[in-house]
């Protein structure tokens, strides 16, 4: 069974920057895809970001876009996400993602919550 280990949210100001990190406990080399996703109360889960393992190409959620990089680390195993010029919109559980052969796997989600 994979597990994926969010950490780096928290409370932060309006124009603030955080970094999250998901660490998995399979290689990160064996994945396909691994991203960022989050929920804002209320709403449902949306895409934030993705990295591919073959090419490393990143995509992004239109809404994050110039503000927010992805990243991976196979040596460490962990992908990360950058967050910069954060707004109160961001506010949000944000999940990681990992594709393993047919299985999606997901991490138990943590908070990032953006303050005025």
Not at 17 to 30: N, V
Not at 63 to 71: A, D, E, H, N, P
Not at 83 to 112: H, I, P, R
Request: glycine fraction near 10%; include cysteine.
């Amino acid at each position: 069974q994979v597990q994926l280990v969010e950490s780096g949210g928290g409370l932060v100001q309006a124009g603030g920057s955080l970094r999250l990190s998901c660490a998995s406990s399979e290689r990160t080399s064996s994945t396909s895809t691994m991203g960022w996703f989050r929920q804002a109360p209320g709403k449902e889960r949306e895409f934030v970001a993705s990295i591919s393992e073959r090419s490393h190409s990143t995509y992004y959620a239109t809404s994050v876009k110039g503000r927010f990089t992805i990243s991976r680390d196979n040596a460490k195993n962990t992908i990360y996400l950058q967050m910069n010029s954060l707004k109160l919109e961001d506010t949000a559980v944000y999940f990681c993602k990992a594709g393993y052969g047919v299985y999606d796997y997901w991490g138990q989600g943590t908070q990032v919550t953006v303050s005025s």
